[in-house]
């Protein structure tokens, strides 16, 4: 299994740029979550989604910051335009949602530099 | 709103001591609560609890849950400096479809 999978790894991008955060979930989850981590807030959920529809999106910090799910094996976090403090690691996460009890699978993470 | 609380923030022993980490929750129809440890890198899963006062253990690392004061703790014997890590602490509801809330983790520290 190849677990979640991000891309790209890293990004420096600066002030003003389109950024673009991919993710493909592990195969068959049904669940997907797009989480943001700094030293000041720690982990922070952004938006997640269950069979490919938005459930909660109140994380999302403004509307420079957008989420897709086209299809069950992929999603984007969209960031326009990008600002300083966006600079974090972005995570996304995936899990079964039919298990009772939530266990979130991560990838291994976008750190984002904005200059 | 689901709240989680970790302490301490941080945390820093020697080498072959004993610790334990501290997660108080508030959470409408509590699920589950689960312990990741992240290291460079992405958290990783360490423990799913669901039941009070089971113990779950792997290896020098257990842990336990009291759902009637509301809070788990996460102990680690005999610890090692790979045991260094941030330690974070999670809960779900059944409200919530697979959600979890995070607390902002514990920071441990191992010194030879």
């Known amino acids: 299994d190849a677990g979640v999978i991000q891309s790209p790894r890293h990004e420096v991008t600066e002030m003003g740029q389109e950024v673009t955060l991919r993710c493909k979930p592990i195969?068959?989850?049904?669940?997907l979550f797009w989480y943001r981590q700094t030293m000041m807030r720690g982990l922070e959920l952004l938006i997640y989604?269950?069979?490919?529809?938005?459930?909660?999106d109140s994380g999302m910090p403004e509307d420079r910051f957008s989420a897709k799910m086209p299809n069950a094996s992929f999603s984007t976090l969209k960031i326009q335009p990008s600002e300083p403090r966006d600079s974090a690691v972005y995570f996304c996460a995936s899990s079964f949602r039919q298990t009772l009890y939530n266990e979130q699978f991560f990838g291994p993470g976008t750190r984002l530099t904005v200059l | 709103e689901d709240k989680v609380v970790q302490s301490p923030l941080s945390l820093v022993v020697h080498e072959g001591d004993t610790v334990t980490l501290n997660c108080s929750y508030e959470v409408t129809n509590f699920r589950s609560l689960l312990w990741y440890k992240q290291e460079k890198k992405a958290p990783t899963f360490l423990f799913m609890l669901t039941s009070s006062g089971i113990e779950k253990k792997s290896g020098r690392l257990s842990s336990i849950l009291d759902k009637k004061e509301l809070f788990s703790i996460l102990n680690i014997t005999a610890t090692q400096t790979g045991d260094s890590a941030i330690y974070l602490c999670a809960v779900g509801g059944t409200g919530t479809a697979s959600k979890l809330t995070f607390g902002t983790g514990t920071r441990l520290q191992v010194t030879l």
């Open positions: 989604f269950n069979n490919n529809v938005p459930i909660d």
């Open positions: 195969s068959g989850h049904n669940s």
